[in-house]
Structure formats: structure tokens, C-alpha cells
């Protein structure tokens, strides 16, 4: 490996070549170039003239290349190659003379570099013990300067204190760090700025010597809040598709991935659930949601990126409901925090909802929350939660109601029939009948379920899903099917099939689900919710708040009257081509035919659990 800095060569066997190279690096000398004449029996001869003792040595090389390795000062000079040799009878020479000068690199500097945070104090350290013997005293033995534009200046310095003159407008901001210790003439900057940024230099007294410390000072973080604080932006127009119908797509992918997620793997007990109720609670968060937050808020509502209308198109959707499902959505958060006003104004805006402020005391926040949730599901839910950890700071809940009558109405009767389990085992269970009741079915290949849609006053149905056998697989596969677009097609296949009289039988229900929506928005992708969300657009002034409880109950009945339901709701029909039975486990949908959107999901496994 060789490095050469320049070469300047005469022609072919004209004198000279005058070669620049780095100290301690190697270059291969050629007595001749390639285009030389070719002499025959030849023989070569390398001198050396010292450039620096002008004395000539006669080198022990023989063959055309002269490889000089490890180049040092004392090999600056002349390098003559004398070739000779016979040209046909006639004795020839040629010649040829390298010059070589040795180019020293500079010395290399070497300094440390220190980071502070813009506003921090900084200590430049400055250790003087290898440059003096135990014996030598020299207060101070250093003086600090520093490199500016205009050359290097002496920094004055004095002792930490706070006695200085009043008149002195300007505060000292450096000093020397404390009583020198171990030889350490370390100085402190306090409260860095921008401009402290730069080279100083610890300089040795009556030496030639110096340590020098590079400052870095970095900016001060932007605040997370700051550009993020504003107001949800307006609405504006779809392109293609209106904006009503973008939030029913999303909210049928959202109910379906919901299912999924809270179904798990095995079906082991009853599910009851609103995804409509969630979906708008979570709707009122992303009203203050901004960054990384917003969007993944986003994605897991299956929201488009960017859909600016999800919260006017939310409320006009909540007034077309109105009749038929009562719809609630809170905030409880610490009374230390303070709210934006634009997050306030529109959560009230587009939700009817304020959000409200915890006490200082827990079992009180309990009975608060508690009695919310009565008030907004008819006192069907009247204890969401038992316990309150006091560090709580931020709560969201949400609520929903519903109450709808048969269109066709069940026969007055107590009638008891089996219901089959899963394992086979057998439980009776009173019943609602009735030997014409006027429905929709049809078996559904997709989802490999007979289906029965029983229409409900305010324009709602239930639809009904059961497995072909009672086996637990079949019900598994048959779950399993259930996404989106199984759904929509179904629905659109079952408003195509005309009404018939049939004899039902279904099992009277009255259950309540409380679920922890945690894990749901964990799995949903959310995570962030509840370590480090950017949730500026409500917490202005605070970036590190974060939602520590996150809960949805449900209550279900079905009853001669109709299905009542609050914060979630569900109900199972049962086959054949005269009769409808649901006397073994089934899912349940209610559907709103005015939004086009499911209300409630769930499955009954066990109809007398609670």
C-alpha cells in the first residue's frame, strides 16, 4: 500500500522524476517505463544521493524495481538507476533519476467534546496534574481562553457568588468551578445559551501546552404540544364517495375486527357488546388526538387517514338514531389538568358531551362514574365499577341504550324447552314462541349459518346466527367467517328475501357483559393510549397525560316485549325450513336498516348465565 502525493516525470530517458510522498509510506521506484528500448544481458545499478548529507551510497538493489517501505527523512533524495546493456554489438546505457521528498503530516489535536441542554450548567474540566511535578505551585496555573471570530480571548473569571456589585447589569455567568482539587482548574458556565457553543482552551502557564473542551449546546426540545393544539380542522368534501357513507364502512370493519378481538380463539362464555358505543367514545378522544396518536387512532377505527368529517358526519348519524338508541359518551379526567377550550367547545359540539372532572377523592370518583352510567343505560347498569386507583387521571367511558319492540308479537306462554351446550349437556330454558311469526331466513353459505332477521319497530332487526350443527367447531368456523364483508353481504342478501310465516322459538336472555377495553385497543394497536399518547388538542399544557381505565358494559334482554339492551345488545333464532329454533349457541347482530350499521354484537353460548 502506497500513497503518492505528486509526480512530476521527464520524458522517456530524460533525467528526472521528482516524487512528493507521506512520511512512512511506501512507493515501488521503476528503472525504466514501459516504452523504454529493450538492451540485451541487462544490468542494473541503484546509488542514492541524501538530500540532507549530500553523501552517495551505492544500494545492494539489482533488478529493475527499487521498492522503498516505511519512508523516513533520512530517505529524502536522489534515487539514479544506471540500465545497462547491448544494443545489437554496441554497449548502451540509459539512465534514469527519481527525486523523493517526504511530506510530514501535521500533528494531530486532540480535544473533548461536552453536550449540554440549552439552559443547563456545564463544567469545562481542566486536569493539570501531568503537566507539573508534586513540588510545583502556580495559582492559578492555567488561563482559560476561548476561539471567537476575531482570534482567541481570555475568559475573566471569578469565584461562584452571588455578591455582586447591583450596578452590574450584566450576571456573570462563568466561574471557576470550586477550590481546585486533585489539579482539576475546571471552570462552570451556568445557564448555557446558544451562543456559548465553541472552542476553549485550558492553557498551560509557562508551557507550550493546552487542553482544549469543545462545547456543544442543544437547542432547548420543542415542546410536544406546540403546533398541536389547535382545534379539530372542518370538514371538507369527499371526492368520491360521501362522507356518510365512508364512517358506515368504517364503523361495519371496525364492529367486525371488535368481534374478532374480543371473541378469542374459543367461544367459553356469552359476549355482548356495542361497537358503536366504543367507536364513538373513541370518536370524542380523537377529537383531541394529534401525531402518531391520531393516526393510529385512525387506522384502528378504520378510519381513512386524513377523513376530516368522522365527527360531523358522527352526529348526524347519532340524531337519525335518536328514536331508537339513547347514545352517551364521557370523559372523567383529573381536576389538576386543564382542557383545551377547542377540544371542550367541539366535544360538546359533536358529542353533547363535557367532560368532567374527577374529585380528589376516590371512592366518591366511584359513586360519580357509577351513577352516570345508570342515568344513561335506564338503571340497567348501576355499578360499571367497584374500585378507583387514586392515581387515576383520565377515565373513558361510554354508554348506549336500546329499546325495541317485536313487530311480530310472541304468544303469552311459558314454555320450557332444552337448550343443548356445547358439551352436549342439556339445560332447560323458559322460551319465547310462536307458531306464525312473520321473518326473514335463509342459510347463509358464506358463513355457513342459518340466518333469521326479525324486524324491530324504529327501522332495526336482529339478525340471528346459527351454526349448522351444535358442535363447538362448527360454531368456531362459522365465527370465524364473520368479517365486514360477510356481513354487508349477508344483510343485503336477507333484504332480498321475502317475509314467511314460521314457528319460532327463542330463549329468553337477561345478561350483563362489563368489558376491559385495554386489551381490545391494545390488540387494535393502541397502545400508545395508555403509556405515551399525544393527546395535545385536550392537554395543552400537559404532554405526559395518558388514559390509565378504559371500560364498556353491556346489558341484554329478551323478552316477550321486545330486546332491550344497554351499551351492548344481542339475540339467536334457530333453523328449519317452517321453524326457527335457537335452542343451542348462536351469534346475534342488531342492526340499525336507517344507518346501515350494527349496533350491538354478541353470541349466547349459555343462555341462563347473567
Same mark, same amino acid.
Given at each position: ?311 360531523? $358526519?358522527?352526529? @348526524?348519524?347519532?340524531?337519525?338514531? #335518536?328514536?331508537? *338508541? ?7 379526567? =383529573?381536576? !389538576? ?112 349459518? $342459518?340466518?333469521? @332477521?326479525?324486524?324491530?319497530?324504529? #327501522?332495526?332487526? *336482529? ?7 351444535? =358442535?363447538? !367447531? ?124 350494527? *349496533? ?11
Amino acid at each position: 500500500m502506497f500513497l503518492v502525493l505528486l509526480l512530476l516525470c521527464a520524458g522517456l530517458s530524460l533525467t528526472t522524476c521528482d516524487i512528493t510522498v507521506h512520511l512512512n509510506s511506501s512507493i515501488p521506484l521503476s528503472c525504466l517505463p514501459d516504452d523504454a528500448p529493450v538492451l540485451d544481458d541487462p544490468k542494473y545499478t541503484w546509488s542514492f544521493t541524501s538530500a540532507h548529507t549530500k553523501e552517495q551510497h551505492t544500494l545492494e538493489e539489482k533488478g529493475k524495481l527499487l521498492n522503498l517501505r516505511n519512508i523516513d527523512i533520512t530517505q529524502e533524495g536522489q534515487y539514479k538507476c544506471v540500465h545497462a546493456g547491448y544494443k545489437g554489438e554496441d554497449r548502451m546505457r540509459l539512465s534514469r533519476t527519481f527525486t523523493i521528498h517526504v511530506k510530514v503530516p501535521p500533528p494531530f489535536q486532540e480535544w473533548q467534546v461536552i453536550k449540554e441542554v440549552y439552559g443547563n450548567d456545564v463544567t469545562l474540566p481542566c486536569k493539570t496534574a501531568r503537566f507539573f511535578s508534586s513540588g510545583e505551585t502556580v495559582y492559578p496555573p492555567v488561563v482559560w481562553k476561548r476561539e471567537t471570530e476575531n482570534g482567541m480571548v481570555d475568559l475573566k473569571l471569578d469565584k461562584d457568588t452571588n455578591d455582586q456589585e447591583e450596578e452590574d447589569k450584566t450576571p456573570q455567568r462563568i466561574f471557576w468551578n470550586s477550590s481546585p482539587k486533585e489539579q482539576d482548574w475546571a471552570i462552570k458556565i451556568s445557564q448555557t445559551i446558544e451562543e456559548d457553543a465553541g472552542m476553549y482552551h485550558c492553557v498551560i502557564s509557562n508551557t507550550s501546552q493546552m487542553l482544549s473542551v469543545e462545547l456543544e449546546v442543544e437547542a432547548p426540545p420543542v415542546p410536544r404540544c406546540s403546533g398541536h393544539t389547535g382545534p379539530w380542522e372542518d370538514c371538507e368534501e369527499q371526492d368520491s364517495r360521501s362522507g356518510k357513507a365512508i364512517l358506515q364502512d368504517s364503523l361495519k370493519d371496525f364492529s367486525a375486527s371488535v368481534y374478532a378481538e374480543l371473541k378469542g380463539s374459543k367461544p367459553q362464555t356469552n359476549l355482548i357488546f356495542s361497537p358503536i358505543s366504543i367507536a364513538v367514545a373513541l370518536y370524542n378522544l380523537l377529537l383531541g388526538a394529534r401525531g402518531e396518536t391520531r393516526t393510529q387512532l385512525e387506522g384502528a377505527l378504520r378510519i381513512p387517514s386524513g377523513f376530516s368529517c368522522v365527527h360531523s $358526519e358522527t352526529k @348526524k348519524l347519532k340524531k337519525e338514531i #335518536k328514536g331508537t *338508541l339513547g347514545m352517551a359518551s364521557a370523559i372523567f379526567y =383529573s381536576p !389538576e389538568q386543564q382542557l383545551a377550550e377547542a377540544f371542550l367547545n367541539q366535544s360538546k359540539e359533536f358529542y353533547d358531551a363535557v367532560p368532567e372532572k374527577l374529585t380528589n377523592d376516590s371512592n366518591q370518583n366511584v359513586i360519580l362514574i357509577n351513577q352516570w352510567v345508570a342515568k344513561e343505560t335506564n338503571k340497567k347498569i348501576t355499578e360499571l365499577i367497584d374500585y378507583m386507583d387514586p392515581t387515576t387521571s383520565f377515565v373513558l367511558l361510554n354508554a348506549v341504550y336500546f329499546n325495541g319492540k317485536w313487530k311480530t308479537v310472541f304468544e303469552k306462554t311459558k314454555k320450557m324447552e332444552n337448550f343443548m351446550k356445547f358439551s352436549g349437556e342439556v339445560i332447560e330454558v323458559q322460551v319465547l314462541y310462536s307458531s306464525k311469526y312473520n321473518l326473514q331466513m335463509s342459510y347463509n353459505k358464506k358463513l355457513q349459518a $342459518e340466518v333469521g @332477521k326479525f324486524p324491530l319497530t324504529g #327501522k332495526n332487526s *336482529l339478525y340471528i346466527l346459527i351454526p349448522r350443527t351444535t =358442535s363447538e !367447531e362448527s360454531f368456531v368456523l362459522m365465527e370465524n367467517n364473520i368479517n365486514k364483508d360477510s356481513i354487508e353481504a349477508m344483510v343485503s342478501e336477507m333484504n332480498k328475501i321475502p317475509s314467511q310465516s314460521a314457528e319460532v322459538i327463542l330463549p329468553k336472555i337477561k345478561l350483563s357483559v362489563n368489558t376491559q377495553l385495554e386489551d381490545l385497543l391494545r390488540n387494535l394497536g393502541l397502545s400508545e393510549l395508555f403509556s405515551n399518547p399525544n393527546l395535545c388538542g385536550i392537554f395543552p399544557e400537559d404532554s405526559e397525560s395518558f388514559i390509565s381505565d378504559a371500560r364498556h358494559s353491556a346489558f341484554l334482554s329478551l323478552t316477550e316485549k321486545g330486546v332491550e339492551a344497554a351499551a351492548a345488545t344481542s339475540v339467536s333464532f334457530s333453523r328449519s325450513f317452517s321453524s326457527f329454533v335457537a335452542l343451542q349457541p348462536f351469534v346475534l347482530i342488531l342492526w340499525s336498516d336507517e344507518v346501515d350499521t350494527p *349496533l350491538f354484537m354478541g353470541r349466547i353460548i349459555n343462555p341462563t348465565d347473567p
